[in-house]
C-alpha cells in the first residue's frame, strides 16, 4: 500500500512536469511576445526597443530549456524577476510575476483561490448525493412512470447548455423574481452565514447540472447491482428492503460512480468557467480565461500546473478510496 | 424465531411441511407473456428430499424461488397455492414474506463467489442473517452463532476463517460459507439450487456428503434443484421432473430413475454415458432444443423432440396436454405422456438401441 502510494506520487510528479513542459513549449513556441504584453500593460507607447528591453530582462531570449529551468528552479526557491529596470522579489513557491499587475502569481492565485474550491465543494455536496439517490431511486423504480419521469427530467435538464441554464436561472431568480441574493464570494471565515448565501444559487445551478449526469450514471450502475446475485442473496436471508437496497446494492453501485467523480471534482477545482462568469465570482476559471485572452503567460502557466496537480491527486485518491470500499482491490 | 433443532414438528392438519398446489408463474414482458411454471404441485415432508430436475429454462429454479418469494412481485404474476407449515405464502405481506425468508425457508444458490457479497466479510454475513431473525442478539452472538455454523459446515479455523473475504475462499470453502449461511437460523425448509454444479467432482461429494449430515442434524425438508442425475440418486427421496414449465413425471427416486414412464425422462437417463460402454460410440442426446415459454407448443410440451409420438393414435401428441397421472402400472408414480404403457414402449427402445449398439449420427 505504501509503496503504491510512494510509486504513484512519482508518476504523477511526472505528469505534472509534463504539462509544464508541454504548457511552456506551447508558449514559447507559439506567436507569443510578452515584451510587448509587459510593456502594453504599462503605456500606451511602445517602441520596439523597449518592448526588446523587456524580453531581454524577462529572459525571453534565453533557450527555452533554460528558461524553464530558471521557472522550475523558481517553484522550490523564489527568484528575483526583471521587468526592464525594476526587479520584482517572487517568494517560492513562485509561479511567476503577473505580466499585469505585477503581483506574485501564487499571491493572485491564494486569493481567487478560496471562492473556486467554495464553488467545487458547495457543488458536490449537492450533486453527487443528489444524483445518486435519483439514480437509485429510478433504478428500483425500473420501468415505471417515476422512473421514466426522472430519466426524462435528467436528459432535459442534461441537455439545457449549461451556460443557458446559468444565465437563465441567474436572470428569473435573481434579477426578475428576486428569490436568491446578488450571487458573490465572502470568505467563509469572515461571515459563514454570507459565504452560504452569494453562493448558494451558484450552487444549486452547477448541483443540478452535474446532478443529471450522475443520476443516469447511478441508475445504470444500480441497476446492474441489483439483478447480481449477492442482491438476491441479501434478500433471500430476509433482510429489509432498506438494508438490501442501500448496504447491499448500493455499496457496490456506488463505486463506478466514484471514479466519475474524481474526475469531475478534480476539473471543478480547475475552475467553472461559466459558473464564475455568470454569477461574477472571482474564481481561477475566470482568471485563467482572461490571462489566456492578455497572454499573460505566467497565469496561464501557473493554472495549468494546478489543474495537472488536482486531476492526479484526485486519481489517487480514488484508487485509495476503490481499494477501501472493495476488498479484492489490493494497491500493488 | 427460529425453532429448536428438537422442534420438529409436523404442522397442523397433518399436511407435509411444504405443499405447492397449481402453482403458475408469469412474466409479462414486451414480447408476451412467459409461461415460465405452469400448473406445478408438489409436496415435501420434514425431513425428507425432493429432487428437481429439468434442462435450463424448464421452471425449476423459478418454481423455487417463488416459495422462498424472491420475484418481483410488480414483474411477475404468481398464481396458485404455496403453503410452508400451514401458512399460505402467495399473496402474504412482503414483511412476512421477510421474517419468513432466511428463517423458516432458506436457498443455497449456485454460485457462491457471486452469491456472497464481495465486500462483506464471511463472518459478517452470516452474523447479518442472525440477526435479521434475532433482533435481540448481539453482535458478539451473532458473530459467535456465525462461526459455529461455519464450524458445523467444516471449515477449519472458522474463527479466523470468518474474517476473511469472500474472495479468499476456495470454491468448495465458498459453498460451505453459503450452506452455513442459508442453515445460520436452523431453516425448515431448505431451497438447494444446484449447489454443487460449480464445483469438481470431489468437493461436490464432500458438499453432498455435508447436505445429507446436516439433514439428519437439523431434521430439515430439503428441495434440490439440478440437472444432475447422479446428483438426485445420491440424494433426493422423491424425483420431480419438470419441461417446458411442468411437471412431467414424480415419483420416488428409485421408480422414477428406474422404470422411467415419459419419453422425456428417459431421453435424459439414456444419454448419461455409462462406464462400461465404447468411449469411441457417440453420446446419446435428446435431439432438439428447449421449448419457447413464450409460444409454448401446443399439446405435450415434448411432442417436436419425442421419439415415439408415432406410438399414440392420431395426432393426440400435437393437439392435447396429457395430464399428470399414474401410468399402468398405478401408484404414486405420475407421468405427463399419451403412451398407455410408457415404460414398455421404452424399455422395448432401451432394449433394441442395446442390441443393435448405439448408432448416432456419423
Redesign the interface.
Known amino acids: 500500500m505504501f509503496g503504491y502510494i510512494v510509486r504513484r506520487l512519482i508518476a504523477g510528479f511526472l505528469v505534472i512536469v509534463a504539462t509544464s513542459v508541454a504548457v511552456f513549449a506551447l508558449f514559447f513556441y507559439g506567436p507569443s511576445n510578452p515584451g510587448q504584453v509587459v510593456c502594453q500593460a504599462t503605456s500606451p507607447r511602445c517602441p520596439p526597443e523597449r518592448v526588446a528591453d523587456y524580453n531581454q530582462t524577462l529572459g525571453y531570449n534565453d533557450p527555452v530549456t533554460e528558461q524553464y529551468v530558471v521557472w522550475a528552479k523558481g517553484l522550490f526557491t523564489g527568484r528575483d524577476i526583471q521587468f526592464g529596470s525594476t526587479t520584482i522579489d517572487c517568494p517560492a513557491p513562485c509561479l511567476g510575476i503577473s505580466y499585469y499587475t505585477r503581483e506574485p502569481v501564487s499571491e493572485l492565485l491564494k486569493e481567487r483561490y478560496p471562492a473556486t474550491l467554495s464553488l467545487a465543494v458547495g457543488a458536490a455536496i449537492i450533486f453527487l448525493p443528489l444524483g445518486v439517490v435519483l439514480g437509485s431511486v429510478a433504478a428500483r423504480k425500473r420501468?415505471?412512470s417515476t422512473d421514466r419521469l426522472m430519466v426524462g427530467s435528467s436528459l432535459i435538464i442534461y441537455s439545457i447548455p449549461y451556460y443557458l441554464l446559468a444565465l437563465m436561472s441567474y436572470l428569473y431568480l435573481v434579477i426578475i423574481w428576486g428569490i436568491f441574493p446578488q450571487p458573490e464570494y465572502n470568505p467563509f471565515t469572515e461571515n459563514p452565514w454570507a459565504w452560504v448565501s452569494g453562493l448558494l444559487l451558484p450552487w444549486l445551478v452547477l448541483g443540478l447540472a452535474f446532478s443529471t449526469q450522475y443520476a443516469r450514471f447511478s441508475r445504470g450502475s444500480m441497476v446492474e447491482s441489483l439483478s447480481?446475485?449477492?442482491v438476491?442473496?441479501?434478500?433471500?436471508?430476509?433482510?429489509?428492503?432498506r438494508?438490501v437496497l442501500i448496504k447491499?446494492a448500493l455499496?457496490?453501485a456506488i463505486v463506478p460512480v466514484i471514479t466519475i467523480f474524481g474526475l469531475d471534482f478534480a476539473s471543478l477545482l480547475a475552475g467553472t468557467v461559466f459558473t464564475e462568469f455568470v454569477f461574477n465570482i472571482d474564481g481561477i476559471g475566470v482568471q485563467a480565461l482572461n490571462s489566456i485572452q492578455d497572454q499573460n503567460f505566467p497565469i496561464i502557466s501557473a493554472t495549468a500546473l494546478i489543474v495537472a496537480v488536482f486531476v492526479v491527486v484526485c486519481n489517487l485518491a480514488v484508487d485509495i478510496l476503490y481499494s477501501v470500499?472493495?476488498?479484492?482491490v489490493r494497491l500493488t | 424465531m427460529s425453532s429448536p433443532v428438537e422442534d420438529v414438528t409436523r404442522p397442523a392438519g397433518d399436511e407435509p411441511f411444504l405443499v405447492v398446489d397449481d402453482l403458475t408463474v408469469k412474466f409479462p414482458t414486451h414480447d408476451g407473456i412467459v409461461h415460465a411454471v405452469s400448473g406445478l404441485s408438489y409436496s415435501v415432508e420434514m425431513g425428507k428430499t425432493l429432487g428437481i430436475v429439468g434442462e435450463s429454462g424448464s421452471g425449476k429454479s423459478v418454481s423455487s424461488m417463488a416459495v422462498?418469494g424472491?420475484h418481483d412481485a410488480?414483474?411477475t404474476e404468481i398464481s396458485g397455492s404455496i403453503r410452508v407449515g400451514g401458512t399460505e405464502i402467495i399473496g402474504l405481506s412482503?414483511t412476512r414474506m421477510?421474517?419468513?425468508?432466511?428463517?423458516e425457508v432458506?436457498?443455497i444458490?449456485q454460485?457462491a463467489l457471486?452469491?456472497?457479497?464481495?465486500?462483506y466479510r464471511v463472518g459478517a454475513q452470516l452474523a447479518?442473517?442472525y440477526l435479521?431473525?434475532h433482533p435481540d442478539a448481539t453482535k458478539r452472538e451473532a458473530h459467535d452463532k456465525g462461526v459455529a455454523m461455519l464450524d458445523r459446515v467444516g471449515i477449519p479455523q472458522p474463527d479466523q476463517r470468518a474474517r476473511d473475504?469472500p474472495?479468499q475462499f476456495s470454491g468448495g470453502m465458498r459453498q460451505r460459507a453459503m450452506i452455513a449461511?442459508a442453515l445460520v437460523n436452523d431453516p425448515r425448509l431448505l431451497f438447494a439450487d444446484e449447489p454443487t454444479t460449480a464445483l469438481d467432482v470431489t468437493v461436490q461429494a464432500q458438499i453432498l456428503d455435508l447436505l445429507q449430515d446436516l439433514q439428519r442434524d437439523f431434521g430439515s425438508a430439503i428441495v434440490f434443484i439440478t440437472h444432475d442425475l447422479g446428483v438426485i440418486a445420491e440424494m433426493a427421496d422423491d424425483v420431480l421432473v419438470m419441461y417446458g414449465g411442468r411437471a412431467v413425471e414424480v415419483g420416488t427416486c428409485r421408480a422414477v430413475l428406474s422404470r422411467p414412464q415419459m419419453p422425456y425422462t428417459w431421453g435424459l437417463l439414456e444419454s448419461i454415458p455409462e462406464a462400461q460402454t465404447d468411449p469411441t460410440l457417440p453420446l446419446l442426446p435428446i435431439p432438439g432444443t428447449p421449448p419457447s415459454l413464450l409460444h409454448p407448443p401446443t399439446g405435450c410440451p415434448f411432442h417436436p423432440r419425442c421419439r415415439f409420438t408415432g406410438e399414440v393414435p392420431g395426432d393426440l401428441c400435437e393437439r392435447e396436454l396429457p395430464d399428470l397421472i399414474p401410468g399402468i402400472e398405478g401408484g404414486e408414480h405420475l407421468r405427463r405422456c399419451h403412451l398407455r404403457n410408457a415404460h414398455e414402449v421404452l424399455s422395448n427402445a432401451a432394449a433394441k438401441k442395446s442390441k443393435v449398439g448405439r448408432h448416432g449420427p456419423s
Open positions: 420501468g415505471t447480481e446475485d449477492y438476491r442473496t441479501a434478500r433471500a436471508k430476509g433482510l429489509t428492503q438494508v447491499h455499496r457496490a470500499i472493495d476488498p479484492r | 422462498v424472491l410488480k414483474r412482503e421477510r421474517r419468513l425468508r432466511g428463517n432458506a436457498m444458490f454460485d457471486a452469491a456472497l457479497h464481495p465486500f447479518e442473517g435479521a431473525h473475504f474472495h449461511m
